[in-house]
Nanobody, 116 residues
């Protein structure tokens, strides 16, 4: 059974950058498709980015060209590099693991706040 723990959130000014990390334990990360969601209270959860076990990536239009998802299977870690952050990027960011099309694990989430 895989467990996921996120880190790297915090407070950043508009235009700044943050890198989120999601460390997996209890299983081999390389077999899973991985991704990041974000949630704002009162709004629908949004899929931000995902990466397949072969490295293919996709992004929400709202973050394309600003965010980059990557994975290091040797470190059992998935990253979300967030550049040129905007106040509307403020949310709780959670990573997930998916085996083929079945979600198998979620992290607890990390808060990202973009404010001056």
């Amino acid at each position: 059974q895989v467990q996921l723990v996120e880190s790297g959130g915090g407070l950043v000014q508009p235009g700044g950058s943050l890198r989120l990390s999601c460390v997996a334990s209890g299983s081999i990360l390389s077999i899973y498709n991985m991704g990041w969601y974000r949630q704002v209270p009162g709004k629908q959860r949004e899929l931000v980015a995902d990466i397949t076990n072969s490295g293919r990536t996709s992004y929400a239009d709202s973050v394309k060209d600003r965010f980059t998802i990557s994975r290091d299977n040797a470190k059992n870690t998935v990253y979300l590099q967030m550049n040129r952050l905007k106040p509307e990027d403020t949310a709780v960011y959670s990573c997930y693991a998916q085996y083929i099309t079945t979600p198998v694990a979620w992290g607890q989430g990390t808060q990202v706040t973009v404010s001056s």
